[in-house]
């Protein structure tokens, strides 16, 4: 795949760029890992300074950022700011915390382990590879960084060929903040260019945010080097609706949840699981409120949907529309392209699906929601654990023991109530069975790049 900007907007080639030469590959690992050895040296302190700088120009540079990110990968402008924003946000998230993640913890009883003191100690395990995907170009990279560097790792990031503008923004951000030279490098290579970066033995560990057949790649090539890998793939998310529900509340998150970020989310609900007793009421407000959305320009303010990413992105979608529609799939909204220049598709709802159709157990990357009509809970989770993935999921109920029985009972790396999933730097996120393993943010996702070292004193 060419490295190069595209309009997704327009379907125009924007700039190419020339995939780094094998030579200035290894420059870059080579500026990362002294990088390294001077990063684990400085102190909390002084890395929180440089991270507070950081954020200080994410902040400042908002407008002009959201700008690149919008035409780089189309998403609404209003959704480009807030992606910068928080980046920011978790940048002095990690810049606060982090000494206290990490602090040194100590025995309480000593004598039981024949000592005069023991305990565990964190430490950094060095350079970290970053492979990342499109969607939220900054914030997918960013919320690895942050956590990464302020416990004294490095990064490589090998961003995704169609962001390459947004990949070398972040090759010199923590270094305008303050970083020593080469803490966080941006590596311009290709899909098959990755096994060798891994396979450096100055790389300790990898991470990977984007498909399931990347991450079985990624994981394969790490394992054979007995390396560290945190993975975070796909998802096809149940938002499950029963009857105590506050249901035109369910049916306006519903939409953000599903169009927000054109769609484009591992975590948008896509799966909508409705009670039979509110699946007439929920349909109706849902359907109504995705017609109503306003596709167009992303630059626009007003835009509610823009473009997909990619023109392979469209077709993919399409292509599950197009086969469950065959197989006798009844279309409530949308269902096709617009007519138009670029890769758009309208907001499309499907009901009356079957087992046979791709949509029921694929992941569906586009504004295009799939509703089912369950008879009771048990149904409810039986189709919401019928994939094979198990990144987050959504439940409306007010019932308090039922909430209690959907958290028991999903198969998935979180559980958001009467709400829909986001992502905060005070959450551990990360998913279960193909979605991935390994978690990212909070308190758990600085430690997974760093070695837990017991000490022992006699």
Known sequence: MAIATINPATGETVETFEAHPADEVQRRIAQAFEASQKLRTTNYAQRARWMHATADLLEAEVDKTAEMITIEMGKPIAQSRAEVLKCAKNIRYYADNAESFLAAEELADPSSVTASAAGTVWQPLGVVLAVMPWNYPLWQVIRFAAPALMAGNTGLLKHASNVPRSALYLDDLFERGGFPAGSFRTLLIGAGDVAAVIEDSRVTAVTLTGSEPAGRSVAGIAGQQIKKAVLELGGSD??????????????????????????????????????????????????????????????????????????????????????????????????????????????????????????????????????????????????????????????????????????????????????????????????IKDSGYGRELAAAGIREFCNLKTVWKA
């Not at 959305?293 to 990619?310: F, N, Q, R, S």
């Not at 990144?391 to 958001?416: I, T």
């Open 238 to 431: 149940p938002f499950v609706v029963m009857p105590s529900a506050d249901i035109e509340a369910a049916a306006t998150t519903a939409v953000k949840a599903r169009i927000s970020n054109n769609g484009q989310s591992c975590i948008a609900g896509k799966r909508f699981i409705v009670h039979a007793d509110v699946y007439d009421e929920f349909t109706r407000l849902f359907v109504a409120k995705m017609n109503a959305l306003k596709v167009g320009d992303p630059l626009d303010e007003t835009t509610d949907v823009g473009p997909l990413a990619t023109e392979s992105g469209r077709t993919d979608v399409a292509e599950l529309v197009d086969d469950a529609v065959v197989k006798g799939a009844e279309v409530l909204a949308g269902g096709s392209a617009p007519d138009r220049a670029g890769w758009y598709y309208n907001p499309t709802v499907l009901a009356g699906l079957t087992d046979e159709m791709r949509i029921v157990l694929e992941e569906t990357f586009g504004p295009v929601a799939s509703v089912y009509k369950v008879a009771d809970r048990e149904e409810a989770v039986r189709i919401a654990n019928q994939t094979t993935f198990g990144l987050s999921s959504a439940v409306w109920s007010n019932d308090p023991e039922e909430q209690d029985w959907f958290v028991a009972n999903l198969d998935a790396g979180a559980v958001f109530l009467n709400g829909m999933t986001v992502s905060y730097p005070e959450l551990p996120f990360g998913g």
